[in-house]
């Protein structure tokens, strides 16, 4: 199993603004300790009254949150106390994070591929480091089916043209093409990052809880997926990962590099190009 | 009361094009008279057969409209005849207004914030002047939940990331991020503006007008909100008005110079800021 | 009738990837000849468990699909054999064509106006070249309403704003106002545009193909109008070019070069500001 380092860095700056910081080093993977974690967050969030906004940054610059450890062992997902939700618990988490009273940013600096992207999806807001993110849904790449629900979610933020296009392209998104496409909310230049995201926490942490809890609901009624798509896809993912060609790709991205530290996890997008349609990676440079 | 000049200056072109200019000194305010006039507005628009394009626009190149005046009496409003959705009088002319079978444009110049952005959403189209246009819903940052249906008209319009960016900030938004953001049509030159809005809309004026109605009736049925989702809005923009802590913000805002010609009006957005939590204004200047 | 010559050349790169190019000079009009190719490729395609993506491009360089053939006679569109949908042989097309198991992608190079836009719109992705590519919705200049469905499916792509905007306004969009409006995914220099699309396609050919239907499955079932919405907008087409105006105004189309290659298809946008309302053409260059 995973070490017992905190995944999560929670600083509760005031009442109406705390500060999550994802740290699992070397590349930010999410893995059934993070998930237990974000779910404990989200129970004391949940019952929070005066706390308006949550940001999620990530402590490694280059990774916000690289993507599923998929070298983990799925049990340990499965035994993770069932949420409220009653879904699968990396659902559990998305659903419950989007319906958060609070408003939710990712603050976005590095790569946010495949889960990590769900996870920065179904927060409220998405702002990105023009230099440093990088968005992606890589999964068809390996063979699998996204299970996270960005089926559901990207056609209603950005239509469904580029939702299909960044889902079956299984490529790289910089920040100023996710601006572009509405992907995120905005790319901002890396120098100015933090303190943008700071100003707009501060700002908004500053106003009436009660009024901000409101608003938020008014717009959930009107844009949120209904919880019944999201179980669907998960099961896709699960019987899509279960092939023998999806075995067999992933299989050669970790002999490639996979969640490691270096240039697969760099440019996973370039290096999907490396695997032969029948799993075996090519070669030479991508 | 306020005076008795007409709030609205109607300049009918032609059978097929209709100007209406606002016009409310000093900062072109919403008040009761102007929703009484564009109710008459309305009814006028709904009975003819020949009008194909209608352009809204401000005698006061810094002010589209500037919001509500929430220094009136609210009975104002509230003894203007009903109008025939039974909705709110606000909520009436928003309504009705999307549903005319004219195509409505925004050309906006100047500050459109709170109601002022609540009717540049119900009108079909938004032109943004690239130097002069600001938008923004900064009713959160006075402690009020926004009224007019931005809650349900945003998220249609631009995706629920941006749009609880734009109600949840409380900020301003100038044309070239409006139109990044899809919250106008597009950014324009200044120097082009009025010529591109012309232009727009006397060629609109040339076409059909019945086979115009047909296409406005397909695409209304496809993408209005629903009437019901904007009472509950409205209900919960009173309620939160009517705290204390919402008047002791308003109350410092007039302070800071709210409906007079100056700084306030013009930088709103950052004005937000000089507020403390508790609705004391800072000292010093933003 | 036209000539007997194929309308699509059809090259089956790999049993994973085919291009299919318009060819239909001189400005690529779509004819019944056409409509009846795409609805055999269409029955091919929905056939076929290996294919994972179609890219459809054109043989002349400033005309993708120029828009229908309203010189012919509609008894030939009428006479083409029902398809499965049962609607009218375009509609059929259209709404086939969305539902295809394989991820389709219009390649446009050149003019892609009324039906022309209406197919690139059915599809799933689009990709314009920049120095190249104009689209439009150019029937409401003739006195027509759009009968393909762009009033559903724009509104879902580009927001009601930018939707009303593209059908009232009749103009043109090259590619890179296409791109900030949504109406296309992306917009590419031309001198990329081709090795940009095969990148593209050659990529998602690689990948796993039951893997591929399942994503754009779930991404239908969110994002696709339903197909009840369509029968109506062609109904009110073949209305709207039945009245005598229409009538005239077509006629005075034709005679300023309508299908034929030369500045009025190049230039249609603006050469519909030659028409009177009345039908009849002004004199002069536009």
């Not at 009273?101 to 790569?111: F, K, L, Y």
């Not at 707009?200 to 409101?214: C, I, Y």
């Not at 992933?250 to 697969?264: I, M, N, P, T």
Request: glycine fraction near 8%; avoid cysteine; proline fraction near 7%.
């Amino acid at each position: 199993m995973t070490s017992q380092q905190p995944r999560l860095r929670i600083d509760r700056r005031s009442p109406a603004r705390w500060s999550v910081t994802f740290s699992n080093p070397p590349v930010n993977l999410i893995d059934a300790a993070m998930v237990g974690e974000l779910q404990a967050l989200l129970a004391e969030a949940e019952a929070d009254e005066r706390l308006a906004v949550i940001v999620f940054d990530s402590a490694d610059p280059d990774f916000f949150l690289a993507h599923w450890d998929i070298a983990a062992d799925p049990a340990l997902t499965d035994a993770l106390p069932p949420g409220p939700t009653g879904m699968h618990p990396w659902l559990d988490v998305l659903v419950r994070l989007s319906r958060l009273p609070q408003v939710t940013v990712s603050a976005i600096r590095g790569r946010a591929r495949g889960a990590g992207s769900e996870f920065a999806l179904a927060t409220d807001l998405r702002f990105a480091s023009r230099e440093r993110a990088v968005l992606g849904q890589f999964e068809l790449g390996a063979g699998a089916v996204a299970g996270g629900g960005p089926a559901s979610r990207l056609p209603r933020l950005v239509g469904r043209g580029r939702a299909l296009e960044i889902l079956v392209s299984a490529d790289d998104y910089d920040a100023d093409l996710a601006e572009r496409y509405g992907y995120v909310n905005r790319s901002v230049p890396d120098a100015d990052f933090v303190a943008f995201v700071d100003r707009f926490a501060d700002r908004v942490a500053g106003f009436d809880v009660r009024a901000l809890r409101e608003v938020k609901a008014f717009v959930n009624a009107v844009s949120l997926p209904p919880d019944q798509e999201f179980p669907p896809q998960m099961a896709a993912f699960w019987t899509s990962v279960a092939r023998p060609e999806t075995q067999q790709r992933a299989a050669q991205l970790f002999g490639l590099g996979l969640q490691q530290r270096g240039e697969a996890e760099f440019r996973l997008g370039s290096y999907l190009e490396r695997l032969a349609p029948d799993g075996t990676a090519e070669a030479g440079q991508p």
